[in-house]
């Protein structure tokens, strides 16, 4: 079987499986779904109105049966309406999807970049001061909830100096442009992107110190080899394994991306998880899980697809 065709298929059984999981764990968790819709109304109070609408929904039905109906509607491009807000669920991921896209990919192209240049800074000068700092700063950064570095980073650069926006994605009223985009976007990325830099930053200081001591870096040097042409060797020798461990953990930036959304009052689909969760929208949770999950699996099918095509060996 081609590498490709078992790689692909081996993603959607892996998909297949962590919806079942998902469906499950979300049907035996806490909260209600009546409690989303009626919340504390007279309506919540009545037992008969609760069996009818249970019925209407088709929830009291086995799980099973729930789930491969779910699945079926899936297959066919329909993904199903809220129970929370009768809203199609289609129309939900639309409005705010855009918005959490921008914040995680631009947040992921950055941590890729200033992890791939501390990092080599912080293996080429091995404990120097500079290394020391890089390694304190992102760990300094790494060490506190992303949600309280957004507190803090609203606290002083929105409160107290008044340079950027505390929240949202635009002016009030005015009409939506990308520089306006850019300068609500701004704190944002700068607080998911440093949260999640020390790892990077450290695997990829880890990747060039052991590189360095591979025997093809020694021969070159002995040979004469000029050193900016031994960096272009060393860190061509660890692109892939870099790029490999930053597609494994995709899924870090997607969780951090939903928690910073909240903070900052993004209208991506954070803050639709969260409430989707609560209140066992499973069509909903479902969809965004899935939609989470898709794109970390096919993250790493690509990484794996482009890795094999560059070294056949790997």
Request: aromatic share 12%.
């Amino acid at each position: 079987m081609p590498f490709a065709l078992k790689k692909i298929l081996g993603a959607l059984l892996l998909l297949l499986v962590f919806s079942f999981v998902v469906f499950v764990a979300l049907d035996l968790s806490s909260g209600s779904v009546l409690s989303g819709i009626y919340g504390d109304s007279v309506q919540s109070a009545n037992p008969l109105l609760k069996a009818r609408l249970l019925e209407n929904l088709g929830l009291d039905r086995p799980l099973l049966v729930r789930y491969l109906e779910w699945l079926g509607r899936i297959l066919r491009g329909d993904l199903g309406v809220s129970l929370a807000s009768g809203e199609r669920v289609i129309d939900i991921l639309k409005e705010g999807l855009p918005y959490t896209l921008v914040l995680g990919l631009t947040s992921f192209a950055l941590s890729f970049i200033f992890a791939l240049v501390l990092g080599t800074i912080g293996a080429y000068f091995k404990d120097s001061w500079l290394d020391k700092t890089i390694i304190y700063t992102t760990l300094g950064f790494f060490s506190v909830p992303s949600f309280w570095l957004g507190l803090v980073a609203i606290m002083l650069f929105s409160v107290l100096l008044g340079w950027l926006p505390s929240s949202g994605v635009g002016e009030i009223g005015a009409t939506p442009n990308f520089s306006d985009l850019a300068r609500h976007m701004l704190l944002p990325v700068c607080v998911l992107t440093l949260s999640h830099l020390a790892i990077y930053t450290r695997l990829v200081r880890s990747v060039v110190l052991d590189t360095l001591q591979e025997p093809f870096v020694l021969s070159y040097q002995a040979w004469g080899v000029s050193a900016l042409k031994r960096f272009y060797l060393v860190l061509r020798f660890c692109f892939l394994p870099i790029v490999g461990y930053f597609a494994s953990n995709a899924g870090a930036i997607v969780g951090g991306t939903y928690v910073v959304e909240s903070v900052f009052s993004i209208g991506g689909i954070g803050q639709s998880t969260i409430n989707a969760l609560l209140h066992k929208d499973y069509p909903l949770a479902l969809s965004i899980i899935m939609l989470s999950a898709f794109f970390v699996v096919g993250l790493n099918v690509v990484v794996e697809l482009l890795a094999r095509w560059l070294n056949p060996k790997w």
